[in-house]
């Protein structure tokens, strides 16, 4: 399996950053070809205005109600606020970022030809909100710990449509490790 990894995200300094190296030897010891790759040059961020409206859409009803006064989190950011504000998105400004969004994908689609799948710490760089705007799979599993005893995760994102092979992959990873089968311990 050619399985790409987002080298900056995985380089750049972060906590899990030894817990995500070791996910890596993992895979090159289970045999997996590491293909270092880069997400298509895109600013991702603004186009955070696409799932805004998409949350608007779906919970058009609760907000033109009222209904959403009844949310506990009422503060800035809150689900609530943001459905409200959803409601003032201009449509030039959607139908450009979903123009932009298209090139994204056809990016994300040459980058996936390449590999199998690929991995991206779970925090890391834009991976999150651009698999939200594209649409590719993905899996988080535990591949550690903190010093604290709290787990991390690793995330595998997978072609389009293709999500048989990314479980297999993840089940693969999985099956090496034991940190699905630890758990940290429950506080008060």
């Known amino acids: 399996m050619r399985i790409g990894y987002l080298k900056d995200d995985f380089d750049s300094a972060r906590v899990n950053r030894e817990n995500d190296a070791a996910t890596l030897d993992t895979l090159r010891a289970l045999g997996a070809i590491l293909v270092p790759i880069a997400l298509p040059a895109i600013p991702v ?6 799932l805004m409206a998409e949350a608007g859409a779906a919970f058009d009803e609760l907000t033109r109600s009222g209904k959403d006064d009844l949310l506990a989190r009422q ?11 959803a409601q003032m998105i201009p449509a030039v400004e959607y139908i450009q970022a979903n123009r932009l969004r298209t090139l994204l994908i056809a990016g994300m689609d040459r980058i996936m030809t390449t590999v199998d799948c690929y991995l ?12 939200n705007l594209t ?27 293709d999500e048989g092979r ?5 089940k693969k990873f999985q099956d090496a490790t034991t ?3 630890k758990h940290p311990p429950l506080s008060d």
Do not use: M, Q
């Open 166 to 170: 990314l479980l297999a992959v993840a």
């Open 75 to 85: 503060i800035k950011n809150a689900w609530p606020n943001e459905f409200r504000l």
């Open 179 to 181: 940190f699905h089968l």
């Open 45 to 50: 961020e603004p186009l955070s205005i696409i």
């Open 120 to 131: 991206a710490p779970s925090y890391g760089g834009d991976n999150l909100l651009l698999t």
């Open 135 to 161: 649409g590719h799979p993905c899996v988080v599993l535990p591949n550690g710990f903190t010093k604290e005893g709290s787990p991390t995760s690793i995330t595998f994102i997978g072609r389009l449509f």
